[in-house]
């Protein structure tokens, strides 16, 4: 059965076909053809802004590198455009592996002032160099010849153009739809869960990144064999604006919100170049008075942009990815039962004068659960923190079955077979429930950019849903897999996480007060898990609050107060401990 979606974007594809032969006035024809060129622009802007979250001002700086290497390398050394556009991928692509080397390590308000920063140093660069023929730029440039058509009239070239704007539409669409689109998405919400889940945020980030300029690069080889002229001045600073507002109208978060963006604004401008002027008198360019309004009005009452509003309209589609004949992934080897998996040895974290966590050791042995509790403050969470590498410890060691892991990165600890949940559950709220947990097997697939793109990656992405699945089936979740995550209530989200960590085939799993938010049945289904994972030989280390279910549940206990380890033993040593009445009493000991 065919949906309602795959419908649209063949009536769209037929519409897109008919419009040149159509008796269409030539006008439009144009504002199509630059509509499409944006439109390529806009979707790596999707991609790196409304999805990792990376916010550009300088896109229009990568279009320009594309149309000047076409320009240059056509009309002096008469390279065929086939070729130059490969040219054109090189030098952006090296270009923005560069800058994305050297900016994607800012955070905060620092990206985009770097990307405003180098979106100008381009465009004077441009300006100045005398081969390229400074501002004037460079004339002549042929139009494409495609397989002995020559795409010298607007309604040849529209044919190319909309062709690979459907198709980067797709691949964008197949991008988001994988392993490496949950993790993009998952870089949005800062590096501490992805890396938790063995993602190489930075490596993200810098795909992304270059991804989007390769996108700007296509657009500008096109636009220079469109006009047939380049100059500085469409790859300005400007310009970049534009295309981060064509962005943000359309629906930064969308990959037809790119399409649609870069269509309204188009027009929009064009509209308002003829009128304002009538109105107000005079020249000037008022439109971008116009437009500036405009964005704070969309940011204020429309932050996902148009496309949201229509989406919200649209009949929501389960992904049709059948999976039920898929192969079991791999899993890790188990320890044998009692071995050490975890040693913890006078850890220490100093935050300046404070110490949250003064000189603690424990062990964790295999198919034990180990409580870790105390009063707020105590540095349970730190401790968690500190093994699972998301904090570098002050001093101390920490090693997994023997294997020194204290200085090794989180997602090199967490490919180590550490998984993890938060005290504060960090997910990605706009991913259903399925696809949330399955970024936590995230480091059992590899299939990267290209794979998915073309959809080479089916095989392991049935693998990998079928695994998230099984995990949301254990915890009891397996009704509300196709929900978005961010729907659910306080402690589903909870037990998403532990779905989600599951994934990962751990050999240790953290669990930071998993039980909070939840309802007495669910508590009880949680505590028949976790001993059901005990039994098939994984070690839990359990922060909780909730002592019925620590009692009843754990082998041994750490207690924690002020940093410090107060004691350890069984539950029942532990609940005789005037020591430990005294820390939770408050009282002076
Ligand atoms: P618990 O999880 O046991 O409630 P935490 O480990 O969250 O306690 O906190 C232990 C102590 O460390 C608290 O006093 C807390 O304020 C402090 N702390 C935790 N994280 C930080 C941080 N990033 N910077 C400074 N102080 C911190
Ligand atoms: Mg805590």
């Not at 657009?219 to 064509?246: C, D, K």
């Not at 100093?350 to 042995?365: H, I, K, M, P």
């Not at 290209?450 to 392991?460: C, F, H, K, N, V």
């Not at 589903?492 to 007060?513: G, H, K, N, S, V």
Request: one cysteine or more; aromatic letters at 8%; proline letters at 4%.
């Amino acid at each position: 059965m065919m949906n309602t979606r795959r419908l649209s974007l063949i009536a769209f594809v037929a519409v897109l076909a008919l419009l040149p032969v159509l008796p269409v006035p030539e006008f439009w024809i144009t504002q199509a053809n630059y509509i499409g060129l944006y439109t390529l622009v806009v979707i790596g802007l999707v991609l790196l802004t409304g999805i990792a979250g990376l916010t550009s001002f300088g896109q229009a700086a990568f279009v320009g590198l594309g149309a000047y290497t076409a320009a240059y390398l056509t009309l002096t050394h008469h390279i065929s455009p086939w070729l130059t556009v490969w040219a054109g991928f090189v030098v952006t692509g090296a270009v923005a592996l560069i800058l994305g080397w050297v900016t994607l390590r800012m955070s905060g308000h620092y990206l985009p002032l770097a990307t405003i920063a180098w979106g100008l140093s381009l465009f004077y660069l441009l300006g100045n160099l005398d081969f390229l023929g400074k501002y004037d730029g460079l004339l002549g440039i042929p139009a494409l010849d495609f397989f002995g058509i020559t795409l010298n009239t607007g309604r040849t070239f529209f044919y190319l153009l909309w062709a690979l704007v459907v198709l980067a539409s797709i691949g964008a669409i197949n991008l988001l739809d994988s392993r490496t689109g949950r993790a993009m998405r998952a870089v949005k919400g800062g590096a501490t869960m992805p890396e938790a889940m063995g993602v190489d945020t930075f490596r993200v980030k810098v795909t992304v990144f270059v991804l989007a300029a390769l996108l700007a690069s296509v657009s500008g080889w096109l636009f220079a064999h469109f006009q047939r002229t380049v100059n500085p001045s469409p790859f300005g600073l400007n310009m970049g604006i534009e295309y981060l507002f064509m962005a943000v109208v359309g629906g930064v978060g969308h990959v037809w919100g790119a399409l649609l963006g870069a269509g309204v604004v188009q027009i929009l401008k064009d509209q308002l170049q003829v009128w304002l002027p009538k109105l107000l008198g005079g020249s000037g360019n008022y439109e971008m008075i116009v437009f500036g309004v405009l964005l704070v009005l969309v940011l204020q009452y429309a932050r996902d942009g148009i496309w949201a509003f229509i989406e919200a309209r649209l009949p929501r589609v389960q992904r049709k990815v059948d999976w039920t004949s898929a192969t079991a992934l791999p899993e890790r080897a188990k320890p044998p039962h009692g071995e050490v998996v975890l040693d913890v040895n006078k850890v220490r974290k100093e935050f300046g004068g404070l110490v949250a966590v003064n000189d603690v050791s424990f062990q964790v042995r295999a198919g034990e659960i180990v409580g870790l509790i105390g009063p707020n403050g105590a540095g349970k969470s730190t401790t968690f923190n500190l093994v699972t590498g998301v904090l570098p410890l002050t001093r101390g060691a920490v090693s997994l079955r023997g294997e020194p892991i204290g200085s090794l990165a989180s997602r090199e600890i967490a490919r180590r077979g550490v998984s993890r949940t938060f005290q504060h559950v960090k997910m990605i709220p706009g991913m259903t429930v399925l696809e949330n947990v399955a970024l936590g097997a995230h480091l059992r697939g590899g299939k990267g950019v290209a794979a998915a793109m073309l959809r080479l990656d089916r095989a392991e992405e049935r693998q990998l849903l079928k695994e998230a699945e099984t995990q949301l089936k254990r915890i009891g979740m397996h009704a509300s897999m196709h929900e978005l995550a961010g729907n659910l209530a306080l402690g589903p989200q909870r037990l998403m996480e532990i779905a989600r960590a599951l994934c990962a085939d751990p050999t240790l799993l953290l669990l930071d007060e998993p039980a909070a938010g939840l309802r007495l049945k669910e508590k009880q289904a949680l505590s028949a898990v976790l001993r059901q994972l005990r039994g098939e030989g994984l070690s839990i280390l359990l922060v909780e609050h909730d002592m019925d279910l620590v009692m009843g549940l754990t082998d041994r206990i750490v207690v924690m107060e002020f940093g410090t380890k107060l004691i350890e033993g069984t539950p029942e040593e532990v609940q005789a401990s005037p020591a430990v009445r005294a820390a939770y009493l408050g009282t002076e000991h």
